[in-house]
């Protein structure tokens, strides 16, 4: 049985280039230049890169990439994009939960929820962390983003799920204060005009949660930020107000 992250990614290459926040990419590849000191000859490893935005915005700068996916469909639109431009990337049809790369880069970077926190279970979401743990050399660094769960939270169940309704994100929102999981009916078109109704199921987490699941997996450091789309920065300080996190690991 499909889950519903693979339903959503299959046939929808298209409509995400598309997407508002796809907009921030430079920016954000800007900002992981610079926690690897522009370092031409770093290995960087794209977990769930889906179309490969950051992939190919990372190549054109002159960096050596693999990125990986679970969604067949997205990966081959990312290959189209590079071949297109010339762009040699390593494109991998890939479940991060179950990585083969020992020791392989410098850099893996996660971004816009990239696998981590999609996941059906705790432990799944867990494994990626670890497998991206196992990717990297020594003096490694992890960058990710996830969902922030300071900010339902911090704001009323009632409101955070009125904000998701205005969006146009979703049709039902429930929010689990047991479990910081948000279970939502998402509407939405693939690519080729059909309609899908998509259970979408996602774990929200505190700062405190992640530092730890991320010393757990190994890593020797962790900073948490503020999340802004396009403007990734170390000096933004993590609010109730953030709707994501930014996470910086170091191995």
């Not at 990966?75 to 392989?104: C, G, M, P, Y």
Request: hydrophobic residues 35%.
């Amino acid at each position: 049985m499909k889950q519903w992250y693979e339903d959503l990614f299959q046939d929808f290459a298209e409509k995400y280039d598309k997407e508002r926040f796809t907009s921030g990419t430079p920016g954000e590849v800007d900002f992981i230049e610079k926690e690897i000191s522009f370092n031409k000859v770093a290995a960087i490893l794209d977990i769930g890169c889906g179309t490969g935005r950051h992939s190919l915005e990372l190549a054109r700068r002159g960096y050596r990439v693999t990125g990986i996916d679970l969604s067949g469909s997205m990966i081959s639109r990312a290959r189209v994009i590079a071949e297109k431009e010339n762009l040699e990337i390593d494109f991998q049809v890939k479940d991060a939960r179950h990585l083969n790369f020992v020791e392989s880069f410098d850099l893996a970077i996660m971004l816009c929820e990239g696998a981590f926190p999609l996941m059906e279970t705790d432990e799944m979401n867990y494994s990626i962390l670890q497998n991206a743990f196992i990717s990297l050399r020594s003096g490694g660094k992890l960058v990710f983003t996830t969902l922030n769960g300071l900010f339902p939270l911090y704001h009323s169940v009632k409101e955070f799920v009125n904000k998701g309704e205005s969006q146009g994100q979703s049709s039902i929102n429930t929010f689990d204060l047991m479990t910081f999981r948000d279970h939502s009916v998402y509407e939405t078109e693939d690519d080729h005009g059909n309609k899908k109704i998509l259970n979408c199921n996602e774990r929200y987490y505190v700062p405190s949660e992640i530092s730890w699941l991320l010393k757990s997996a190994g890593f020797r450091n962790s900073e948490i930020y503020g999340c802004r789309l396009g403007a990734f920065s170390r000096n933004d300080v993590l609010s109730t107000d953030d709707f994501e996190m930014l996470v910086v690991a170091a191995k």
